[in-house]
């Protein structure tokens, strides 16, 4: 996620309607058929040559057969369930290399900006809408409000500062959480409560915002939220299995049938293996131990805090039912390149505007971002002692800068440990140097990506193109040059960074352009790539995050012996003008040959308690 904290979480035990649907218990579900057929469709395998097939059968949870018609009628019995896909495309499920689900799920249930452009006016407007409505919680008196699109304030280059918080309530304390993770702005109640003041010092890897006279203005960034985790309420066991139960409905609706949990905390490891005993996880759940960089100092603690998690938690190996798995770790090798934060470690330092606002003149200033969070001689001897402890370092690294520290680190580690198959992946990748392109495969090193962002928008442009130049805006999100470079990229969502919709990002990962609706000064292609195949997209997002996830021998493609995690589309990706497969819907998702998601089109669902024949509200997810 790009965040570097234990984002504050949403408190609540209330449902709104919509939600409740999703996960409300269904109608009595026939039991599964050992054996099932889909025949008459596009089966896009993803195997070693993208074949098509016709149908695929599926018996006991695995894959069986691939091919025509007449064969795949032929390799089921009598009584196998037959579904007609009447042409429709059938896929491997989706497998996200990186998210934040419990997180997205609290989103889903509690006071939201929804990710939008607003002025000040209607930033307070909306929060004292949630401060007023009854059916939001109000946890000790605190009003937490998410998905606030920080960079795209109007107009352009707003800064909020806690006075515009205190207008809306000036006794009750009110939090607000950046979209990406990296920045709160809390009123003056709240910077109480939470013991912030002149003199509160910035832990390692953060920063309180001062005013001319030193008091704090109330923005807060990156490590520096942890003052604001501590001190609000904590939610309760149940409320945090609601909120993962609202993710998994999310999930299945999406088509995701695998997923990294990339910054795992106690609450995270308890929910979703909750939801496990209670038969209702219905996608694989990988899930990452945060280490932060106050525990990399001590890389044997570190390491043992997430060998204790995983003889915890971790339900071994992949099997047709989906489990809990540990086996990465997750660490933040920097904040983010957009303005205004531009806590992205950068090769060459962010512009500053040496002009005035009607003359600007933007030269190199003196900031290359924060000090690194794990200086090279703790990042090194930390990622070896994992290595060796048998966990796959998931580090997050947006900036140049922080990507070249996270490839010398590996490239060490490789060196002190040549037998080593550890897969290292780097997380966003936003910018990479030229000459670091390459290292990607040759260190085995994998980038996840979030197509998404590769799209003119409020955090690739304004603002952020001033501060890094027209030269660096060019080669940002570099998705066609790491795969020119040799790299097999895979995919993460980084949800709830963004709104779920893994078919928007593979709409933007295919075209880099935003939907036309998002207005004029966002139209045309981001920087000066091109975009990935639709083959590469569509891998990216199955075989290669599978084999991030080390499953590549058992998802992220139909062929004989895998387990059958397959989705069922609308209409077909591969064949469709580029920019309608942002409105791909999912008919079907299957996990272990267990269907979780089904509209109701192509077949009913046959798995689990709170599972749902259909598609009524999924689109708002």
Known sequence: MKKTNVRAA??????????????ASAHAAAAPSPETAFVN??????????SVAEGVSVRDGKIITVGNNATVRASVGPHAKVIDLHGRMLMPGLVDGHMHPLDGGLLLLFCSLQYRALTEAELVTRVTACRNDPSIPRPGGWLIVNAWFQEAMLPKGTVLTRATLDRIDPVHPIVLHSSFGHSALLNTAALKAAGIDATTKAPEGGEIHHDASGQPTGLLEDSAMDYVVKAEPPPDEAAYLQ????????????????????????????????????????ARAHLAPLITPTMGSDAKGATDYAIRMRQLYDQGPIVQSPSVTIRNVKLFMDGVISAPALTGIVSEPYRVNKGTAARPDWEPGTSFGPTP???HAVLTPLLEE???AGFDP???????????IALHAVEQVRSALPGSDFRPALAHDEMVIASDLPRFAQLEAIPVLSFQWEKRAPDTTGA????LGPIRVAAMEPAYALEKAGARIAYGSDWPVDLLNEWFALKVGVTRENDPEAGAQYRGPLGSQPPLSRASALRAITMNSSYELRQENTTGSIEPGKLADLIVLDRNVMTIPAQEISHTKVLLTMVGGDIVWSTGEVAPVTHGPGLRTSGAGSGAL
């Not at 952020?464 to 501060?467: G, I, K, Q, R, S």
Request: charged share 20%.
């Open 464 to 467: 952020t193109e001033d501060a």
């Open 41 to 50: 469709g596009y089966v896009y395998t993803v195997d070693a040559k993208n």
């Open 394 to 404: 998931h580090m997050h690294a947006d900036g140049d800068g922080a990507v070249h």
């Open 386 to 388: 994992l290595v060796k």
């Open 243 to 282: 909120a993962a139960q609202a993710a998994l409905a999310a999930l299945r609706a999406q088509g995701v049938t695998s997923f990294l949990d990339a910054m795992a905390r106690e609450q995270d490891f308890h929910a979703f293996t909750a939801a496990q005993k209670k038969g209702v996880l219905t």
């Open 10 to 23: 949403i408190r609540s035990v209330t449902v709104p309607p919509l939600l409740a649907a999703l996960v």
């Open 373 to 375: 969070y794990f200086p």
